[in-house]
């Protein structure tokens, strides 16, 4: 089995040229993704179907700002799918999870129960003040919450929690924001209005592994 280490990615493997991360929990499976032994050490495969930024690593997206000692907010966390391969890569970094729908919050509690660098926040990221207490400033905030106003809820975010300076990493879906309109409309206006906030550094879109999805690297200015 041929394994590689992403040059720029810290804690991104690549097994057989499939993407991966060395996993945190051994024998931990989280939504039925493979595993596979190399030596004394055991990796998850990570679905690019199954995750954005799976998707945005495998079409070209680097220096998202991660290390392995990042503070990570994470906005619509889900059931904990790229949560989790988060939590391989940052083996010293701690990802403050935020999810509002309780069903899949039960589920991101299981697996955060044997990763002593998750913290789930059952919340709404449009309220970041109602979860302020419970998070220290980030390095680095990520948002797939598939609403209308994901531009705004992280722009809103961004203001009370990102570091100077730091990386805002933003899977934007256009059939959430309008389904009337052409996602390329969709993401140009997306563009305008983060610009007011951030620098975009790289942006991709998620063919073949999503539809109508654009994948933003931004900075704080
Ligand atoms: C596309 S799914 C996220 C998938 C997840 N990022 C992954 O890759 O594993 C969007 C999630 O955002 C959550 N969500 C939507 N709006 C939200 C809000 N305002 N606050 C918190 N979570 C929200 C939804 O409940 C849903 O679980």
């Known amino acids: 089995m041929k394994l590689q280490q992403d040059k720029q990615l810290p804690g991104v ?3 057989n040229n499939k993407l991966a991360t060395k996993n945190r929990v051994r024998g931990q499976r989280v939504y039925g ?4 032994r190399v030596g004394k050490d055991e990796y998850r ?3 690019a179907k ?3 930024l799976g998707a945005a690593i495998h079409n070209g997206a680097r220096n998202l700002g ?3 000692t990042s503070k990570v907010l994470y906005l619509g966390a889900a059931s904990g799918t790229t949560v989790s391969h ?4 940052l083996t010293r970094g701690r990802i403050y999870a935020v999810e509002f729908a309780p069903r899949v919050m039960i589920q ?3 697996v955060a129960h044997k990763r ?3 913290y789930p926040l059952l919340f709404d990221a449009h309220l970041p003040d109602e979860y302020a207490h419970f998070i220290e400033d980030v390095d680095v905030i990520f948002q797939d919450v598939a609403q209308r106003d994901q531009v705004h809820i992280l722009i809103k975010n961004a203001r009370v929690f990102l570091k100077k300076g730091g990386v805002a990493l933003l899977a934007l879906k256009a059939r959430s924001v309008d389904v009337s309109k052409d996602p390329k409309d969709v993401f140009m206006q997306a563009e305008k209005d983060l610009k007011t906030y951030f620098d975009i550094t790289f942006k991709v879109r998620l063919e073949p592994h999503e539809k109508d999805h654009m994948f933003f690297v931004l900075k704080k200015k």
């Open 13 to 15: 493997y690549w097994l």
């Open 33 to 36: 993704e493979s595993k596979k």
């Open 45 to 47: 495969m990570w679905d």
């Open 50 to 52: 199954r995750s954005k």
């Open 66 to 68: 991660l290390k392995d």
């Open 86 to 89: 988060m939590s391989d890569m």
């Open 108 to 110: 991101l509690i299981n």
């Open 116 to 118: 002593d660098n998750l």
